[in-house]
């Protein structure tokens, strides 16, 4: 891009430069025309350099198109769905955290409420938001053997929630970051099978 606009100052300018040109010709009438031809070219180079910078500038222009009114309503739905699923899965690590300072075996009806909801956030964050997977190449990823208590089961699925509302891919979304993006999808894999791990589990 730099040397587009540098061609294109050269373009505006190169008018200028052989008005210049002319204005000293008297004095350089006593060099030869091989002198003067030799400038001409360069001055006729810089024009169609110029010329052609411009030409290339409104092409990109031109195909820089504006999103559509459909793009842009998928992208805010997608936004609004992003903060809804996080939030959920706040909410859910809350109330397991909650659950587990209790000491007490939870009920099978909020084990059930928590676990599908948090899959299913979980489950719409990985299509949402299209993060990479893990490189195929590194050691394949294996959740620990989690015991079938209910309650260890929950404090594992505790623990991976809390790695993912904690990860850079999380509280900063603006910085790009190919490695915690990979490890963010990783994460959302984990809470998905967790929670079918706890949702299974035997009391």
Avoid: W
């Avoid at 360069?42 to 031109?62: C, I, S, T």
């Amino acid at each position: 891009m730099r040397t587009n606009k540098f061609f294109i100052r050269c373009g505006l300018t190169s008018a200028v430069f052989a008005s210049i040109l002319f204005t000293f010709a008297g004095e350089l009438h006593g060099q030869s025309s091989r002198t003067s031809t030799s400038t001409a070219r360069r001055v006729g180079e810089f024009n169609k350099q110029g010329e052609k910078a411009l030409h290339d500038e409104m092409n990109r222009e031109m195909r820089r198109k504006k999103p559509s009114k459909e793009a842009l309503r998928k992208a805010a739905q997608i936004k609004r769905e992003t903060i809804k699923d996080l939030e959920t899965l706040q909410s859910n690590y809350n109330s397991m955290i909650l659950r587990l300072a209790e000491r007490t075996m939870p009920e099978q009806s909020f084990i059930k409420e928590t676990t599908d909801s948090t899959e299913s956030a979980a489950a719409r964050l990985l299509a949402n938001l299209a993060l990479p997977k893990p490189d195929e190449k590194a050691e394949p990823d294996r959740i620990e053997a989690v015991e079938a208590d209910i309650r260890l089961r929950m404090r594992a699925l505790c623990g991976e929630i809390y790695a993912l509302l904690t990860s850079p891919a999380v509280e900063n979304p603006n910085v790009v970051d190919i490695d915690a993006a990979a490890a963010a999808h990783k994460r959302l894999e984990r809470i998905i099978h967790l929670s079918e791990l706890v949702r299974t589990a035997q009391q």
